[in-house]
Structure formats: C-alpha cells, structure tokens
C-alpha cells in the first residue's frame, strides 16, 4: 500500500441514476413498398428518419391499393402521412415485398419508343427478366449500362436508350420483364411480421411504442395479433395497437355499426386504438390509423417526448373522410360522439377544422379502469413503465443490497416529482415495502418496488350554466 503524506481525495460513483426515458411516438409500420425502385429488399425492419431517406429505401407510390383496394403499396401512404402531412419522425417500417418472391413474369412485347425512352409500369422489377431486344427481322438483345439504362419515377419505370448506343434512333423494341406483385402478401404474413418488432431493440437500440399495419389492421385476425404483442415486447416493453375497423359494406360503412362490428370482431383490446373512417387528404385516402399515429407522436413531441396529453381535438391536415366506397363521411357532433364516447373509437369530425376525435382505447365501455380506458392515461403508464426497464436494465444481476435499492428508489422518485411539478402527473411515488418482499423472494435475488402514479385526464366535458338575472334588467333600466 502506498503512502502519500496529506490530504487525499478520491471519487466514488454516485448512488443515483440519471433516467434514461424511453422512446415514445415512434410508430412500427408493417406492410409494402416498392423496394424494387430503391434500394432493395431486407428482411429486416428498416428506420428511416425523413421522406427522402424512405423513398430512397424503399420508393415511393401512391397507389397504396389495388384496383379492389386491397392494400398494395401501403407502407407509402404510411411514410407520407408520418413526414409530408405532420413532420414527426423517425418511424420503422417493416416492409414484406420481397422482389425475389413477389413477382409476376410478363410476356416479351413490342413497345414504341419516345424521346428515346420506352415507359414500363412502376411495378417492373429491374432483374434479370428484364430482356430488351431489337424488333429486327434477326433481333439483338441490348445490353443495360451499354445501350440502355434503368430509372425509376413518376409512378413509371423508363428504360433510356444511351445516346452511344447503336440502338439509341430504334422507334420499338420488344422488352419481356418481371412484374412486382405486392397482392401475393397475406395477412397471414402480416400478422406473422408484427414479432418483427422484436428486434428494433437489438437493430437500433429503440422499442416502438406505436404499431399500426394499414390497410391489414382491419383484418381482425391481424388486430388481435397486433394487440397481444403491443401488450409485451420482448417480453418487457409495452405499446399501443393502432387499427382500423373495416369500412367495407361487410364492415361498418355507417357510423351506427361502428359499435356491433367492434365488438362481434375483438376490438375490444386495451392495447388498441380503434380508428373509423378512412381519411381523405385531396384525392389520397388514407387509413385513420397512419393519421392517428401521426397525430400522437406530433403531440408527444411538442410535450417534450411525453404521451400525457391526449390526440383527441387535435387538428389534422385531411380535407375529408370516406368509406371504402368513396362515400362521404361528413359526422355531426353527436354522431361523432356516439363513436368516440359511446363506442370507444377514435374518429375524426369538421367542426371549425378537422380534428381527431375520441380518448378511448378499444376496451371502452367495457372496462371502467381509467388506467386503462383513456388513450392518455394508458399510455402514460406504458412509458413510465418502459423508461423504469430502459433506465435500471443495467442494475440485473448487480450485488443485491440497500444502496442498490435506494439508489433505484430515490433516482425514479426525482424523476416522478419533475414530472408532478412539469402537471405531466398529478404525482407518482415509488418505493419498497418491507412486507411485499419476504425473505424467500429476497435470498433468490428478487425484490419489488411498489409505484403509484396519477397522470392527467383530458377535460372531456365542461359544463356552464347561465341564468337571466331580472335584478340586472332591472337595475339596468331604473338607472
């Protein structure tokens, strides 16, 4: 042992960790995009952080439904909604077309050539179908990168002749390709992708909180699965299911069978966020669930990150709502109330502005918890509950002792009181209780902390009640 004559000082850590909040607004979308115009497909989720990084992975296309209006590209109108209408990002998308799968194989034909250019359908894949030859009497097989090249845009896919080309003054050329067919996509797949969520974490060090498959959530075997994981992922982290219900004539094209059709499919989840009608931006229409999720993670954001405040009477860039008939949703105020108040639904409403409209997650009327049957509510405890495993996950398999304890306790307690005194919380307290740790729990290396928390309801009803005071009229008058 050294010796060292005077005064030493030594730093020890400190008993107190900073909280690490978890991330909150971030939407899991799953479905398609046309990756054949951009980079490729990957298996994988993918985090995009802005449109032009999205349409640079994935493309981009507004037919988000086919000609039955079966979701088609449906994870654009996703990526368009989330950065184009309300500037909130990142998301993660899990797209589900695989090119290399996905894909239909079309007859060579004769094509006039334009400027140069002939102009496939969007859906062309670039692979090596893609055959293009002279219509000559003997014809020749042009080769990409010497007589022509591939680009995608405008809803089309172009092959340009190189002006090199001995090709480039052709007027026809007979082309033979694969074509991208996103319909071979079954909610079997889709519901098999929602346990993709589980590796955001490991990906990029983030959990969504937000999980919405438009155009399949109104699948109710798609819902339900939506809904499960939502409820634990990687078996610690909690999120919402965001969903639509069908608005199809074997759905609910009226708002008077919003409630019959909710409850006979299962959407009935405190884990849901059920979405009626369709939204209509233009002449795009887009699944009440995208314009949902990009309401709540607008609102978080401007709360700092945090999901007290409720996405109900918040203004929404859509021009209209629809069915999936094209038939005009146009509610009155008691009409949207029966949905939202009465049916637990979130809709949307025109009253001085379109705004979303409802506070209930799917387990209203049903479930009186208020902890559970506010989208505010609920969600506020799913990321206090987040933020504690994000925060002390590096205090596993630590010495158990009662500074490890304190530690833990006091450092979510400041926490707690910052957001009391923010009005996120009306209070919130943490602590262990000597009786709900027996010693058996505690010699096996398990202990509990007890928390109590109250976070802010929205003011759904405010009453004023006005008399006619004939003392005034009287007062007035004998002046």
Known sequence: MSLNHGINTYKSDTEFSAVIEAAVGIPFFIGAWPCHAGKG?????????????????????????????????????????????????PAIVMNLFDPATHKTAVAAATMSVKDHVVTLPYEAIDDSALVVKTTDQTPTTLVKGTDYDVIYGNDACYIELISTSTHYAKTSLSVAYNEANPGAITSSDVAAAVEKIEECKSLFNIV??????????????????????????????????????????????????????????????ENMIVCWPLAVVGEDVFDLSVIACGTMSRV????????????????????????????????TLPQADAI?????????????????????????????DVAKYFICTSRMMDWICNT??????????????????????NSFNSWLSGLTHENKLYGGEIQFVAENNPTVNLIAGKFRLDTKEASPVPAQEIDMYVEYDVDMLTSALSA
Do not use: H
């Open 41 to 89: 497909y990957t298996g994988k989720p993918q985090l995009v952080t802005s449109f032009s990084e999205a349409k640079d992975l994935g493309g981009f296309s507004k037919a988000w439904r086919d000609a039955n209006k079966a979701p088609k590209w449906n994870l654009c109108q996703a990526i368009y909604s989330q950065f184009k209408l309300f500037g909130v990002g």
């Open 208 to 269: 969504p909180d937000l999980i919405c498959a438009p155009g399949w959530s109104s699948t109710p075997s798609v819902a339900v699965v939506m809904a499960a994981k939502a409820a634990s992922i990687n078996g610690i982290y909690r999120a919402k299911a965001v969903v639509d219900i069908d608005t199809s004539t074997s759905g609910a094209d009226d708002y008077s069978e919003v409630l019959t059709y909710k409850n006979a499919n299962g959407y009935t989840d």
């Open 300 to 331: 978080d954001s401007e709360n700092a990150d945090c999901p007290y405040e409720s996405p109900s009477n918040k203004t929404v860039p859509i021009t209209g709502a629809c069915v999936k008939a094209g038939t005009e949703v146009a509610l």
């Open 340 to 368: 939202s108040y009465s049916d637990g639904v979130v809709t949307v409403i025109n009253n001085g502005g379109w705004v979303l409209w409802g506070n209930y997650t799917g387990c209203w009327p049903s479930n009186t």
């Open 388 to 409: 504690f495993v994000n925060t002390f996950w590096s205090y596993i398999d630590r010495p158990l002792t009662r500074v490890m304890i304190d530690a833990i306790v």
